[in-house]
């Protein structure tokens, strides 16, 4: 089951993004006081009294002629139409405005739970201020301060009352798996070659699947997967269709539900920012990851194309360098067969565990081979190792100081911990701890 989706909106400059940032407890978005900054939707994934949640932080709503406006307010509408729950930030100390007032009106038609936060009510003197903000009509307002974490926790509170209530019971023998990709990299056509079926409606205009559309699957050994798609647009109209970020929107949806991600090339177009965008979702979220180079059929080969295009691959995806790269054709069927079983593999390697005994024996060889770095006199001390979780696997180090642990030695480790163990298409998360 995907995440509950909650969205930040409002007027340019009321701090949304500082917000945005102290919820999901990392600078993410661009914060600046110039209006506007924030143009494209900021997504994060954040937790509140166990609940996860998915964060979208918008660009600012106004109406006017400015450069952007017109595109940020789009964006803001989709956000809107996606979220469970809307965060409507304005700020105590530039008051109620006209702007305010034309934002509520259309989070009111939205018929989505909304909640007023009051930012940049740190200082005690402005909380009286508050209370103009009732005439919005939208509920008690909560003030809060982006920059300082004030009253987030009674405006958390209250937004997770409003999430959906989880009724899906995972399976353990199905995989589920999704392609994601920019529009018209031919994600429909290989469902629908996959299955054997006009499945999903297959055009060359992007955009065209708009309907979710979970299918299942099984193998002749036996082996169950979820085809989990990447649509979920759940209005028409011409916002959606000149918004080709929309994609991102809907790869983060199926990105949650899936335990391995299909990350879609196009041979003919090559790669793309979009491309690298999505794909960090991805890897950021610990999926199970293989790439998949389609419609290449189309390419006019010659001895080393292959082997170029994989290099090209490996040069503009350096942390996806464990994701096996697979080249197919949705028209000619060229190499789908191979498809299930590479899924089925990460999905393996994703809940792969290692004793610690032989986790130490590998980490104690590493340090023999390449002995731990040194800071101002002080050097790393590696004490031992264990596996503390999966998908993806998980392994904390217990150190003298985490401080020591360079990010260049902790990938050293990692690299060593891949060469002894198969975990091909999926990332490894090593966390240092002081052993106190």
Request: a negative charge.
């Amino acid at each position: 089951m995907s995440n509950p989706v909650i969205a930040i909106v409002g007027r340019p400059n009321v701090g949304k993004s500082t917000l945005f940032n102290r919820i999901a407890g990392e600078r993410i978005s661009i914060v600046e006081d110039t209006p506007g900054v924030t143009r494209d939707r900021i997504y994060a994934t954040g937790e509140w009294l166990d609940k996860e949640f998915s964060l979208i932080d918008t660009g600012g709503i106004e109406f006017t002629d400015q450069p952007f406006m017109e595109q940020i307010k789009q964006q803001a509408e989709i956000a809107i139409d996606e979220a469970d729950v809307i965060i409507f930030v304005v700020s105590v100390k530039e008051g109620l405005t006209d702007t305010d007032e034309a934002v509520a009106r259309i989070l009111q038609r939205s018929g989505k739970p909304v909640l007023v936060a009051v930012n940049k009510a740190d200082n005690p003197e402005l909380r009286n201020d508050v209370y103009q903000f009732y005439n919005l009509g939208l509920g008690d307002p909560y003030p809060v301060s982006g920059s300082h974490g004030l009253g987030l926790g009674d405006l958390l509170d209250a937004a997770i009352k409003h999430f959906p209530e989880e009724h899906e019971v995972p399976e353990e023998d199905l995989i589920r798996f999704s392609f994601i990709g920019r529009p018209n990299v031919g994600k429909s056509s290989l469902i629908n070659a996959i299955l054997g079926e006009e499945r999903v409606i297959v055009s060359n205009v992007p955009g065209t699947t708009r309907d979710a559309i979970d299918t299942r699957f099984q193998t002749a050994d036996g082996q169950k997967f979820m085809m989990v798609d990447t649509a979920g647009i759940r209005k028409r109209g011409k916002v959606y269709e000149s918004t080709e970020k929309y994609a991102v929107m809907r790869a983060m949806s199926a990105i949650e539900k899936s335990d391995v991600v299909l990350m879609v090339l196009n041979a003919e177009e090559g790669i793309i920012e979009q491309d690298k965008r999505v794909a960090g979702y991805a890897h950021d979220a610990g999926k199970g990851i293989v790439i998949v180079v389609n419609k290449w059929d189309a390419l006019k080969k010659e001895t080393n194309t292959m082997r170029d295009f994989e290099r090209k691959v490996r040069d503009q995806f350096l942390y996806l360098d464990y994701a096996p790269i697979i080249f197919v054709s949705a028209k000619t069927g060229q190499r789908l067969d191979k498809l299930p079983a590479v899924i089925e593999k990460v999905a393996h390697n994703q809940s792969q565990r290692i004793t610690s005994s032989v986790l130490n024996e590998v980490i104690m060889d590493a340090v023999a081979i390449n002995p731990t770095p040194t800071d101002k006199g002080k050097r790393l001390k590696i004490f031992y190792g264990t596996q503390v979780g999966i998908k993806p696997p998980t392994f904390v180090i217990f150190v003298n100081e985490e401080e020591l642990m360079h990010f260049s030695y902790a990938r050293f480790l990692e690299n060593q911990i891949r060469q002894a163990f198969d975990f091909e298409g999926t990332p490894i998360r090593i966390i240092p701890r002081s052993r106190k």
